[in-house]
């Protein structure tokens, strides 16, 4: 089993920085990519950056140049950056990570974001 447990979130201001990160835990030879998402409609979510086990990085079009993701295999942690953050980046950030065996996403319990003008 795979569990991931994000943490970082909170309230901040518009123009601001957060850090965001997440750990996992188990069986984590099984995970390949990683990523952070934003819960947007109902069970939807929209990629926010991901990163693979090569360290390959891949940013949503709205973040880019602003966010980093980062990953620390030794901790079993990716972390994501987030500067010059913007009210519309308001929303709850999950972490997953990719099981290629299984085709699936294992989840977290996802960190609020608030940004406030």
């Known amino acids: 089993q795979v569990q991931v447990v994000e943490s970082g979130g909170g309230l901040v201001q518009a123009g601001g920085s957060r850090r965001l990160s997440c750990v996992a835990s188990?069986?984590?030879?099984?995970?390949?990519?990683m990523g952070w998402y934003r819960q947007i409609v109902g069970d939807q979510r929209e990629l926010v950056a991901g990163i693979s086990n090569g360290d390959k990085t891949i940013y949503g079009n709205s973040v880019k140049g602003r966010f980093t993701i980062s990953r620390d295999k030794a901790e079993n942690t990716v972390a994501l950056q987030m500067n010059s953050l913007k009210v519309d980046d308001t929303g709850v950030y999950l972490c997953g990570a990719w099981i290629g065996s299984e085709k699936r996403y294992v989840w977290g319990q996802g960190t609020q974001v608030t940004v406030s003008e």
């Open positions: 188990g069986d984590i030879s099984r995970i390949s990519n």
